[in-house]
């Protein structure tokens, strides 16, 4: 390891100008590049106190022996080098894209006498037409075989050309009329190379000219009485519809545009695109990167652009390319990309409309990504006891953890406190076994005290079972199960009996595996041998001490905290960190992940259960058709809790007796909380002046701000 003052330029060496730096490691290989608008500023960045350096960069100067430069007149120009350094370097510590070459095109040779259409993969090659990329190459084949008929282009290899071409017959495609056979010079090289271009100018998009000319074609055939050449049009305008449907228009107004979208967790990143040309969905591809670098998302978008067009031109580069999250700064990149094409090119996140809608689309797939590549390790065996066998290595355990138990506390600024506890067994997710918690030992935010009271209330309902199904261990002293077995509850109602029960309808199985003799469903009667928690050391000390005060000595708890995915162990001062590429660090984040959004899905559902929530819900008799009608007579509860009851009998369906109930159950109701604005802290007004409280349903009061403001405050 060195130290990167061993290597820092004097003062006054590092020009103040455009360029790009490469950091070489004592083998003289490159491990880093990068640009800079001033390199004296940029690398300035990274020769400071190490404690004060994202830890990704950290590792990469103190591995780097020497850094170099190279000068140059602008951005643009900086940004092309670094992209081929990268191509040609391969540095480690740079954002790389993975798979792009598994991706499929179709592609038409026109650098070739007799163009030929194919599925090409890998590099690109000059003179050669490319469309897509597909997901499948098969998709590719079933839509040239239904274009073969109204663009019978060559598609056989060299070998069968010139086979065909020695002997004076052609392949069997040439016999049903699906090529045109310039091999038995059926078709001229030009004519034929006419029928390929002609080919490209439909698969570009342009198709409603080849539509109208065939639909023109047929009509003058059925004027002349030629039913058969008619007939026959008529089957090719229906095979060029059918291609066409195979990708559906998704922007009304023949957009050419390409649509990126970034996914990303601490140490990944998915990148999903999507080529829009004439607008129809020609083709899709992603990638997946490590994040060995600080990184923000308009930096992968840029690394993202650089892997797309670095080695196209023309039209391969769309007139719009719509974005997550703009590069800083945004100019050059425009304008590479601008010189890339020959004209301009519009770099822009999407704000409203059609395209924001795609671009949703598009993020969806992203997501989508990102969680199939970190689960798909799930689907080996082998990989999964490695997993195993890697946690078990690292945190000192006796054997590997065969069930892993991991809770997260979720809550909106202190409001509706829950817990979720999911469930792996033999790294994979047992959903039966999942279960939610309110926390009701206090109100307020305190994610330790939630943390150890949910431990705690888990644990005893767990000594619990043992004792009434007499599974106690030698010497173990039945009185350890604590006080009031009903203190357990997976969703606050708690049952005669004091089980703690499902309440989500998401992957909770009911079937006789998963009874007790008494047919109930199972309760928390299986320990886990490993505890996580989503936090750092007060987490886990908390889940610890729960532990301790039950007298349970044989289940190891450990921590994953978020910021920098290190794992921390009850009373030790400095983390465990695993390996980045480590399957028991996958494993690790995957559970707390589903942690995390199990919680978090059980607290909005909460939180969306009490903002619907009314006063007039406690109106005996009073059913949801009369509560709307008093509604939509009032406009709001406020102004019905201001009528009187002759005019609350006003309102069709209400008689008096009704009418005096719901003034008394709004009597006794408090008012609801004036909205707030939780971005400025500005109190809403109505246009009487008194405050606001916006409503989605009867009487709900709603926290005012977009959604986003209130989503950014949950936990």
């Known amino acids: ?192 190379r006419e029928l390929a271009e002609e080919f490209c100018d439909f698969m570009a998009g342009r198709t409603g000219t080849y539509l109208r000319r065939l639909e023109r074609q047929m009509a003058d055939a059925a004027e002349e009485m030629e039913y058969e050449r008619a007939a026959r049009l008529r089957d090719d305008i229906g095979a060029l519809k059918k291609a066409m449907e195979k990708s559906a228009v998704v922007l009304a107004d023949a957009t050419d545009a390409d649509l990126i979208a970034v996914a990303e967790d601490e140490l990944e990143a998915a990148v999903q695109i999507f080529h829009v040309r004439g607008g129809r969905v020609r083709g899709q591809r992603g990638w997946v990167t490590d994040k060995v670098e600080e990184i923000t998302t308009g930096a992968l978008v840029e690394h993202a652009l650089q892997q797309l067009y670095g080695e196209e031109t023309g039209d391969a580069v769309p007139k719009e390319v719509l974005v997550p999250a703009l590069p800083d700064p945004v100019e050059p990149v425009q304008q590479w990309l601008t010189e890339r094409r020959g004209s301009g090119v519009s770099l822009r996140i999407p704000q409203r409309g059609d395209k924001k809608a795609l671009m949703a689309t598009v993020e969806r797939n992203a997501q989508q990504a990102l969680v199939l590549h970190k689960t798909k390790r799930a689907s080996d065996l082998t990989t999964r006891s490695r997993a195993l066998e890697e946690i078990a290595e690292a945190l000192d355990l006796d054997s590997a953890p065969l069930r892993i138990e991991c809770y997260d506390i979720s809550h909106l600024q202190g409001d509706d406190v829950v817990a979720s506890m999911v469930v792996f067994e033999d790294g994979l997710a047992r959903k039966s076994e999942y279960r939610r918690f309110q926390i009701k030992g206090f109100a307020g935010q305190d994610d330790v005290r939630s943390m150890h009271e949910v431990i705690t209330r888990r644990f005893r309902r767990y000594l619990a079972e043992k004792e009434r199904t007499g599974e106690w261990a030698d010497g173990q002293d039945a009185d350890t199960a604590g006080p009031g077995v009903g203190d357990v509850a997976s969703d606050g109602r708690a049952p005669a009996d004091g089980r703690a029960m499902p309440d989500d309808g998401e992957a909770l199985v009911d079937g006789p595996a998963l009874k007790d003799d008494d047919g109930r469903p199972k309760r928390f009667a299986y320990p886990p041998q490993l505890v996580v928690v989503d936090g750092g050391q007060p987490q886990v000390a908390a889940a610890q001490r729960a532990l301790d005060e039950l007298g349970i000595d044989d289940i190891a708890v450990c921590g994953l905290a978020k910021r920098l995915e290190e794992v921390w162990l009850p009373g030790d001062d400095d983390p465990v960190v695993l390996p980045r590429t480590s399957e028991g660090l996958y494993l690790l984040q995957r559970v707390r992940d589903e942690a995390h959004r199990f919680a978090i899905t059980y607290q909005r559902v909460k939180r969306a259960k009490r903002f619907r929530s009314s006063p007039l819900d406690d109106v005996p008799g009073l059913g949801e058709t009369r509560k709307q009608a008093l509604i939509k007579h009032f406009g709001s509860v406020k102004k019905l809790r201001a009528a009187t009851i002759d005019q609350i009998c006003e309102v069709p369906g209400i008689g008096r007796k009704t009418a005096e109930t719901v003034a008394v159950a709004l009597a006794r109701a408090t008012p609801a909380a004036p909205a707030v604005n939780t971005a400025t802290g500005e109190i809403m007004e109505d246009e009487d002046g008194a405050p606001e409280t916006t409503t989605d349903a009867p009487g709900e009061p709603v926290t005012a701000g977009t959604p986003d403001e209130r989503r950014g405050q949950e936990r």
């Not at 400071?48 to 990469?60: E, F, K, S, V, Y």
């Not at 350094?85 to 006498?113: C, G, H, Q």
Request: hydrophobic fraction near 35%; include cysteine; charged fraction near 25%.
């Open 1 to 192: 390891m060195a130290d990167p003052s061993s290597y820092r330029p004097r003062p006054g060496e590092i020009p103040d100008s455009p360029g790009v730096y490469r950091f070489r490691d004592e083998h003289r290989r490159v491990i880093y590049v990068g640009k800079a608008k001033s390199l004296r500023q940029r690398l300035a960045n990274y020769f400071q106190d190490l404690a004060n350096l994202h830890p990704r960069t950290r590792t990469m100067v103190t591995t780097a022996a020497s850094v170099e430069w190279t000068v140059v007149s602008t951005e643009v120009e900086a940004l092309q080098l670094e992209y081929s350094w990268i191509k040609e370097f391969d540095p480690r510590f740079n954002v790389k894209y993975r798979d792009d070459k598994s991706y499929p095109y179709l592609a038409v040779t026109m650098n070739e006498e007799f163009p030929r259409v194919q599925v090409m993969r890998g590099h690109k090659k000059k003179g050669v037409r490319y469309f897509g990329p597909y997901g499948h190459a098969w998709a590719i084949r079933d839509t040239v075989d239904l274009l073969l008929r109204v663009f019978p282009v060559r598609t056989c290899s060299a070998g069968v050309f010139k086979n065909a071409a020695r002997t004076g017959r052609p392949c069997l495609l040439g016999y049903i009329g699906k090529c045109s056979a310039p091999c038995v010079e059926r078709i001229s090289p030009e004519d034929h």
